[in-house]
């Protein structure tokens, strides 16, 4: 067992090697895409592919049994103007494995990969299992995890990979973005004008920074809402009819996202549009089984404050993965190598502990 989890491990770290050095920004990922479909045709195991999405299925698939899903992602940001090295030369330096796309999230995504083929084989699992490496995770796009959930059977639970330090985040705050507008009267710079829509913005940059949803998760927090841009007139001398604000709001297990459109669109002091409403918040509850396992092996629950797949997901899902979500999207991004070989080993642990349990029969 421990030779062949050693050798899972060393092959994985190669594998995000490779995917480091495969350009695959969202919506350009058939480069990774096929050397995710090279781990399971060198290993014998049977795949599918659905646009740049790969995935497979255990060995002893049972349609009668509940399933776990097992998913992350191998699309990545584009790397930042301050980076000072190649982001697609990984290079391993005082144990750290650099490169773009190696804490976020690849180094969760073979972890689950080589974690998915060590139980491929086995027998007795109380759940069938599904991996799927999606695209499209970071733009939030079409064609990524959300498509697939036509296709696959029904999801039961998911462990979504993301870097978490291999802690459990049992859940997740959903993502409401609002386009508002703030109104006024246009005219020339030089004459009165009490109602300039630059300085209308003062009273309701202010109601934003002052307001609060009275519903507080235990686990999340507070609904989180920040204006994050603004953007209005066009010369030194025209007071223009309108300043146009960009709000993104992170909403707690409590709310909805439509509870958050409703509430936000009859107390606001502007007009308010929503562009979307499907980016919901998600969660696992902590007595759940696969938490259960994940505590048993001294691993801390927790509320995550970023977006991840989980958004896709409408099962309990948990997030969990190496990495540290402080270095996502950095320059010069990295993993520790001893984040991958850990994590591999506490998925294997996890599982064990999850697929061999005696579950009652209701």
């Not at 549009?273 to 259960?292: A, C, E, F, G, M």
């Not at 991004?333 to 506490?346: A, C, K, P």
Request: proline share 6%.
């Amino acid at each position: 067992m421990k030779q062949e989890i050693s050798s899972l491990t060393k092959d994985a770290i190669e594998l995000l090697k490779k995917l480091i050095a495969t350009p695959s920004f969202s919506s350009e990922e058939n480069h990774t895409a096929l050397l995710l479909e090279g781990w399971f045709i060198e290993r014998g195991i049977p795949h599918k592919r659905q646009e740049n999405n790969v995935y497979a299925f255990n060995k002893f698939f049972d349609k009668n049994k509940p399933t776990l899903l097992l998913n992350s992602h191998h699309d990545t940001v584009r790397p930042n103007t301050a980076y000072t090295r190649n982001p697609f030369q990984p290079s391993v330096e005082d144990g750290k494995l650099f490169g773009l796309g190696s804490n976020d999230a690849g180094g969760a995504l073979v972890s689950l990969i080589a974690t998915f083929t060590y139980f491929y084989e086995k027998e007795g699992l109380s759940h069938n299992l599904i991996m799927v490496a999606s695209a499209e995770e970071e733009s939030s796009g079409p064609n990524g995890l959300n498509s697939m959930l036509e296709i696959l059977p029904p999801i039961d639970v998911a462990i979504v990979g993301e870097p978490t330090l291999m802690q459990l985040a049992i859940a997740e705050k959903g993502l409401v973005v609002f386009d508002a507008e703030v109104s006024g009267t246009p005219s020339h710079a030089a004459h009165p004008n009490t109602d300039n829509a630059l300085y209308n913005c003062i009273e309701v940059l202010e109601w934003f920074r002052d307001f609060k949803f009275p519903k507080v998760s235990e686990v999340l927090g507070e609904v989180k809402l920040t204006v994050t841009q603004i953007q209005g007139g066009s010369q030194h001398n025209v007071v223009p009819a309108g300043v146009n604000l960009v709000i993104d709001v992170r909403v707690n297990d409590r709310y909805t996202n439509q509870e958050v459109v409703e509430i936000l669109q009859e107390q606001a002091p502007c007009k308010l549009k929503p562009r979307s409403l499907h980016l919901n918040s998600s969660s696992i509850p902590k007595d759940h089984l696969l938490v259960q396992s994940g505590i048993a092996l001294g691993r801390e629950t927790y509320g995550s404050p970023t977006l991840s797949d989980q958004a896709a997901l409408s099962c309990p899902s948990l997030k969990m993965g190496p990495g540290d979500s402080r270095r996502s999207h950095s320059a010069d991004e990295y993993i520790f190598v001893s984040e991958i070989e850990e994590g591999i080993s506490l998925y294997i642990k996890l599982l064990h502990g999850f697929l061999f349990a005696k579950i009652p029969k209701p």
